[in-house]
């Protein structure tokens, strides 16, 4: 067998190892577009659980800190672990829909002089 011939069959082991598809534009856009929203979905997914993860953080922490700091200094041992456990009920209370999210936020305006507005809503 001479060079060319070892070259061409090398050629044509090449070939037969890489798979080759004829696609329309419209079928590779398809799939393209299929390959984008599951990847969008899975973003989409991490991030509203890294949200979620952030804020029972935040709705854990910054209360039990406050309470340390400014109002059971003394007593903070004994009386944190009741606090967390009635949280955790109220959220589960929420879950649940026990608790209406409307009456919650009138009860932070109306005691803490908070406010909570969606972005656009201006009657709250």
Sequence with gaps: MGRAERRRAQKNEQKAKTATYNLTKAQLDAVVREKISDELARVKQEATEEAINTAMALLLTLPLEVLMDHYWKKSYA???????????????????????????????????????????????
């Design 78 to 124: 004994k009386r944190i672990p009741e606090f967390i456990d009635h949280v955790l009920e109220y959220y589960e209370m929420w879950q649940n829909g026990e608790l209406d999210m409307d009456e919650l936020k009138e009860d932070l305006w109306k005691y803490g002089g908070v406010k909570l507005l969606v972005e656009g809503d201006k009657n709250g």
